[in-house]
C-alpha cells in the first residue's frame, strides 16, 4: 500500500507538473483553482471512509465480511444524497463561481463539480477494500484513478481541449477510481445489516471540522489569488503555491504512521509515550523538511525551472515564503494528528481561526502576491504555536 500510495502522489505530482507546462501561465491557475476548490469540498469524504474502514473492519472480525456490500450501499446512499446536492449547488452557481475565479467558462466549474461527484463516492467503497484488507485491490484502485486522469487529461489538453481537457481528465480518473473499487467490493449489496451505521457522530463532525479547517488553510489563499489578480499573475503564484506544496508531499507518510500509534498508546492510557511518539514526529518533519528549504532558499529560480519550465521563473521570489509557510503548516498537520489521535478536538476553533484571518488577510491584500505568502508565515507560525500549547497538555 505504501508504493501504491506513493505511485498516485507522484502520478497527481506529475500530472500538475505536465499542466504547467502544457496549459501555460493562465490556464495552469484557473486548473489549480479549480483543484483547490475540490479539495476543500471532498473533506467530508475522507470522514466517511474513516468510518466505514472501523465497520467494515468489524464485521470482518465477526465473520461476515461478505456484508461489506451492504454497509457499501448504506454509505453510498448518503454521499449521493450529500454530493448530489454540492452538485446540484454548483450547476446553479457556475456562473458566479466562474466569474469570481476569472475562468474563462462556466462550463469548467461544470466538470469540476461532476469531478467532485465521482471523487466524493469512490472513498467509500475504497473503505471497505480497506476495513477487509484486500491491500491488492485497493492499492490497484489508488493507481488507477491518478493514471487515468494523467493520460486522460495530457491527451486532451494535447489535442487542443486546453483546461478543459484537463478538468475533463479529472473526471476520468475519479470515475474510474470509483469503478474500480466497486466492482472490487464483494456482493451482498442486498444483504441486512445488523446494527446500523451511524456516519454523522458528534466524533465525526469535529473530525470533519479540523480536517476542513486544516485543508482551507492550504487553498484559500489561491482561490482569493485568482480572484484578485490577472490571469497570468495567478499562474505564477499558483506554480510557486504547488512548489511549496512539495514540502506536504515529502512529509505526508508522517501523519499516516503518527495517526494509529497515538490511538493505541492513548487507548492504553500510555500518554507519556504518546508525546514521545509526538517528539519524534515532528522531528522527522524537520530533518525531511530542512534540506528541500535550504535548496529553495539557495537556488528559487531553478526549483522553478526545473519543475515548471522557464515561464515560471518569474515566481521564483514567492517560492521562499511560501515553502516556509508550507513548512508551518507540515508542523501544524503533525501537531493535529496528534490531537485528533488522542480524541482531543480542541484545535478546531483554532484552525478556523486561522483559516479565516489567512482569508482576511488575502482580502485586505487584495491578492498582492508579493505579501500574500508573509500571511500563511504569520498563521502558520501562530498556531503552531497554539496547537503545541494544546499538545503538551497531557
Same mark, same amino acid.
Given at each position: 500500500?505504501?508504493l501504491?500510495s506513493?505511485?498516485?502522489n507522484?502520478l497527481?505530482?506529475?500530472y500538475?507538473l505536465l499542466m504547467?507546462?502544457?496549459?501555460g501561465?493562465?490556464g495552469? #491557475?484557473?486548473?489549480?483553482?479549480?483543484?483547490a476548490?475540490i479539495g476543500i469540498?471532498a473533506?467530508p469524504?475522507?470522514?466517511?471512509?474513516?468510518v466505514?474502514?472501523d465497520a467494515?473492519?468489524?464485521? *470482518?472480525a465477526?465473520?461476515?465480511?461478505?456484508?461489506a456490500?451492504?454497509?457499501?450501499r448504506?454509505?453510498l446512499?448518503?454521499l449521493?444524497a450529500l454530493?448530489g446536492?454540492?452538485?446540484?449547488?454548483?450547476?446553479?452557481g457556475?456562473t458566479y463561481?466562474a466569474?469570481?475565479l476569472q475562468l474563462?467558462e462556466?462550463s469548467?466549474v461544470t466538470?469540476?463539480?461532476?469531478?467532485?461527484?465521482?471523487?466524493?463516492?469512490a472513498?467509500a467503497?475504497?473503505?471497505?477494500?480497506?476495513?477487509l484488507?484486500?491491500?491488492p485491490?485497493?492499492?490497484?484502485t489508488?493507481?488507477?484513478?491518478p493514471? *487515468?486522469?494523467l493520460?486522460?487529461?495530457?491527451a486532451l489538453?494535447?489535442?487542443?481541449?486546453?483546461?478543459?481537457?484537463a478538468v475533463?481528465?479529472?473526471?476520468a480518473?475519479?470515475?474510474?477510481?470509483?469503478?474500480?473499487a466497486?466492482?472490487?467490493v464483494?456482493a #451482498?449489496?442486498?444483504?441486512?445489516?445488523?446494527e446500523p451505521?451511524?456516519?454523522l457522530t458528534p466524533?465525526s463532525?469535529?473530525?470533519a471540522?479540523n480536517l476542513?479547517a486544516f485543508t482551507g488553510l492550504l487553498n484559500?489563499?489561491?482561490l482569493?489569488?485568482?480572484?484578485y489578480?490577472?490571469?497570468?499573475e495567478a499562474?505564477?503564484?499558483a506554480?510557486?503555491?504547488?512548489?511549496g506544496k512539495?514540502l506536504?508531499?515529502?512529509?505526508?507518510a508522517?501523519?499516516?504512521?503518527?495517526f494509529?500509534q497515538?490511538?493505541?498508546?492513548h487507548t492504553?492510557?500510555?500518554?507519556?509515550?504518546?508525546y514521545?511518539?509526538?517528539?519524534?514526529?515532528?522531528?522527522y518533519?524537520?530533518?525531511?523538511?530542512?534540506?528541500?528549504?535550504?535548496?529553495?532558499w539557495a537556488?528559487p529560480a531553478?526549483v522553478?525551472q526545473?519543475l515548471?519550465?522557464?515561464?515560471?521563473?518569474?515566481?521564483?521570489?514567492l517560492l521562499?515564503?511560501?515553502a516556509?509557510?508550507m513548512?508551518?503548516f507540515a508542523v501544524?498537520?503533525a501537531?493535529?494528528?496528534?490531537?485528533?489521535?488522542?480524541q482531543?478536538?480542541?484545535?478546531?476553533?483554532w484552525?478556523?481561526a486561522?483559516?479565516?484571518a489567512?482569508?482576511l488577510?488575502?482580502?485586505?491584500?487584495?491578492?498582492e502576491?508579493a505579501?500574500?505568502p508573509?500571511?500563511?508565515?504569520?498563521?502558520?507560525a501562530?498556531?503552531?504555536?497554539?496547537?503545541?500549547?494544546?499538545a503538551?497538555?497531557?
Open positions: 500500500m505504501l501504491a506513493t505511485t498516485a507522484a497527481n505530482y506529475l500538475t504547467s507546462r502544457s496549459l501561465l493562465e495552469y #491557475g484557473s486548473v489549480v483553482a479549480l483543484f476548490l469540498a473533506v469524504t475522507g470522514v466517511v471512509q474513516n466505514v474502514v467494515t473492519a468489524r464485521l *470482518a465477526q465473520g461476515l465480511g461478505t456484508r456490500g451492504a454497509l457499501l448504506v454509505a446512499v448518503r449521493v454530493y446536492v454540492t452538485l446540484a449547488l454548483i450547476l446553479t457556475s463561481l466569474r469570481f474563462p462556466p469548467l466538470w469540476a463539480g461532476l469531478a467532485l461527484f465521482c471523487a466524493g463516492l472513498p467503497a475504497l473503505g471497505v477494500l480497506q476495513g484488507q484486500r491491500f485491490s485497493l492499492g490497484l489508488t493507481v488507477l484513478g493514471l *487515468a486522469k493520460g486522460v487529461g495530457v489538453v494535447g489535442l487542443g481541449w486546453g483546461v478543459h481537457g475533463v481528465g479529472a473526471v480518473g475519479a470515475a474510474l477510481a470509483l469503478a474500480t466497486l466492482f472490487f464483494p #451482498g449489496w442486498m444483504a441486512r445489516l445488523r451505521v451511524v456516519f466524533t463532525w469535529r473530525l471540522g476542513m484559500l489563499d489561491v482569493l489569488v485568482k480572484h489578480l490577472a490571469p497570468s499562474g505564477l503564484y506554480a510557486a503555491s504547488t512548489g512539495v506536504l508531499f515529502m512529509t505526508g508522517i501523519p499516516a504512521v503518527l494509529p497515538v490511538i493505541t498508546l492504553r492510557g500510555q500518554a507519556a509515550e504518546a514521545r511518539v509526538l517528539q519524534r514526529a515532528l522531528g518533519t524537520l530533518i525531511l523538511i530542512a534540506p528541500a528549504l535550504a535548496v529553495y537556488a531553478l522553478m526545473l515548471f519550465g522557464q515561464a515560471y521563473v518569474g515566481a521564483a521570489p521562499r515564503p511560501l516556509l509557510g513548512a508551518g501544524v498537520g501537531l493535529l494528528t496528534y490531537q485528533v489521535g488522542r482531543r478536538f480542541d484545535c478546531l476553533p484552525l478556523a486561522g483559516a479565516v489567512e482569508a488577510g488575502v482580502v485586505a491584500l487584495r491578492g502576491a505579501w500574500v508573509y500571511v500563511l508565515i504569520v498563521v502558520a501562530a498556531l503552531t504555536w497554539v496547537l503545541w500549547r494544546l503538551v497538555r497531557r
